[in-house]
């Protein structure tokens, strides 16, 4: 395999980088091939639950588009708890990071600040802040998020649910990471569509 000259990067030439650039694309063009295999092994992460946690997004993204949900907002719920491999204490910013160049800004703000919107549902529990969510009262999106916790992440720890396989979701993920990245066409800052038709 053909390598670059340098080893340092400030040491590279417009031919080192015009090496690496074709590599980088096709690199990333792999994106949602590496997302869909990491969701397979959110099925050996964090247990106690009667779901797992691909078990969850499964569920999650099922609601979803059950409630007439568009391509955003179901690849979103899909993949919003995909940091709980790597980023535990803030796996909601880590999915909106990977999210952020190819949905909606609506579904990336979303998505980074669910975990903040479902402490209202066990932060008393746990010695947690219940209301932390009332941070963010009056932003734009607080009630896409309200919505997007009650109807798809909070509710979908039932293993009794008619769930869709990872297979039925594939083509979205495809569809969604090969977008051009932050396109504003796609990101349409301010804009809310809603989460039901």
Request: net charge negative.
């Amino acid at each position: 395999m053909e390598r670059v000259k340098f080893t340092a990067m400030k040491d590279g030439d417009a031919e080192d980088y015009a090496l690496l650039h074709p590599l980088e694309v096709d690199y990333a063009s792999g994106t949602a091939t590496r997302l869909l295999e990491a969701l397979v092994s959110l099925d050996a992460s964090l247990s106690g639950y009667q779901v797992t946690r691909l078990g969850h997004s499964l569920q999650s993204a099922t609601r979803a588009e059950r409630d007439g949900a568009d391509t955003d907002w179901i690849v979103s719920a899909l993949l919003h708890d995909i940091g709980d491999i790597f980023a535990p204490y803030n796996h909601d910013e880590y999915a909106a990071t990977i999210l952020k160049p190819f949905v909606r800004e609506q579904c990336t703000w979303v998505v980074e600040k669910h975990g903040h919107f479902q402490m209202l549902y066990y932060g008393h529990h746990v010695g947690g802040n219940q209301h932390k969510r009332e941070a963010y009262r009056g932003h734009p999106y607080f009630d896409d998020c309200a919505a997007f916790c009650e109807r798809w992440d909070q509710a979908s720890f039932d293993p009794g649910y008619d769930t869709f396989p990872l297979a039925h979701f594939e083509a979205r993920v495809h569809e969604v990471f090969a977008r051009k990245p932050y396109d504003p066409a796609v990101i349409r800052s301010g804009v809310r569509v809603p989460l039901m038709a």
